[in-house]
């Protein structure tokens, strides 16, 4: 059985508390880890990790940090409030920006997910390859699997960088919603369900400068 925290605070060789032990390790991590790593890390129980993860919350509310969950993984960020600055910093303002096309799919993938590029495309009413391609660059949606309906489409979501991108910690702070019905693909439906498909154009994802 995993140790209590008091034990692992007494056991560290560097003095550290429990906490501190766990801010670090998310500090370090390349992505979102799961709770069951930072357990097995820290040699605490799931309640344990549980109640420092609150501490860490309430610790940074008047700080820079934020703790982010999405889809049951755990990763340090920058608070959104600090975004501005963060971009200013970084010169990210000229590529954070999103068009409304791309907005508009990403709402809908936020809102449906896991969903198909067909589905999205059936919401819409237009050709939103060009749109998901750009999104996918930017790290704001990623591939989730495959649907089990005929063709065994791609189901794309969200990543951790879309909640970053909108100052939120999890999908759970997303604004209440009444999302239209995802219709179900039928037949042979795993492309655009428009009789114009293929002569669609793709809709541009920037607002350029110019207009």
């Given at each position: 059985?995993?140790?209590?925290?008091?034990?692992?605070?007494?056991?560290s060789?560097s003095?550290?508390?429990?906490?501190?032990?766990?801010?670090?390790?998310?500090?370090?991590a390349?992505?979102?880890v799961?709770?069951?790593?930072l357990?097995?890390?820290?040699?605490?129980?799931?309640?344990d990790?549980?109640?420092?993860?609150?501490?860490?919350?309430?610790?940074?509310?008047e700080?820079g940090?934020?703790l982010?969950?999405?889809?049951?993984?755990?990763?340090?960020?920058?608070a959104?409030?600090a975004?501005?600055q963060?971009?200013?910093?970084?010169?990210?303002e000229a590529?954070?920006?999103?068009s409304?096309?791309?907005?508009?799919?990403?709402?809908?993938?936020a809102?449906?997910q896991?969903?198909?590029?067909?589905?999205?495309?059936?919401?819409?009413?237009?050709?939103?390859?060009?749109?998901?391609?750009?999104?996918?660059?930017?790290g704001?949606?990623?591939?989730?699997g495959?649907?089990?309906?005929?063709?065994?489409?791609?189901?794309?979501?969200?990543?951790?960088?879309?909640?970053?991108?909108?100052?939120?910690s999890?999908?759970k702070?997303?604004?209440?919603?009444?999302?239209?019905?995802?219709?179900?693909?039928?037949?042979?439906?795993?492309e655009?369900?428009?009789a114009?498909?293929?002569?669609?154009?793709?809709?541009p994802?920037?607002?350029?400068n110019?207009?």
């Amino acid at each position: 059985m995993p140790e209590s925290t008091a034990s692992v605070a007494e056991k560290s060789p560097s003095g550290l508390s429990p906490l501190a032990q766990l801010e670090a390790l998310l500090f370090v991590a390349p992505g979102a880890v799961m709770p069951g790593q930072l357990v097995e890390a820290l040699g605490v129980t799931a309640r344990d990790l549980e109640k420092l993860l609150e501490q860490l919350e309430a610790g940074y509310a008047e700080r820079g940090l934020r703790l982010q969950r999405q889809r049951g993984r755990l990763q340090l960020t920058t608070a959104p409030e600090a975004a501005p600055q963060v971009e200013k910093f970084l010169n990210l303002e000229a590529t954070t920006r999103l068009s409304q096309a791309a907005l508009e799919t990403l709402a809908i993938v936020a809102y449906q997910q896991p969903v198909t590029r067909p589905q999205i495309d059936s919401i819409r009413g237009v050709n939103s390859d060009g749109v998901m391609k750009s999104l996918l660059s930017k790290g704001l949606i990623e591939e989730g699997g495959r649907s089990e309906g005929p063709g065994r489409p791609i189901l794309y979501a969200t990543t951790p960088d879309f909640l970053q991108h909108f100052g939120l910690s999890s999908l759970k702070e997303l604004p209440p919603l009444d999302p239209p019905e995802v219709p179900p693909l039928t037949g042979e439906q795993t492309e655009l369900p428009l009789a114009d498909a293929d002569a669609a154009p793709n809709e541009p994802d920037e607002v350029t400068n110019g207009g």
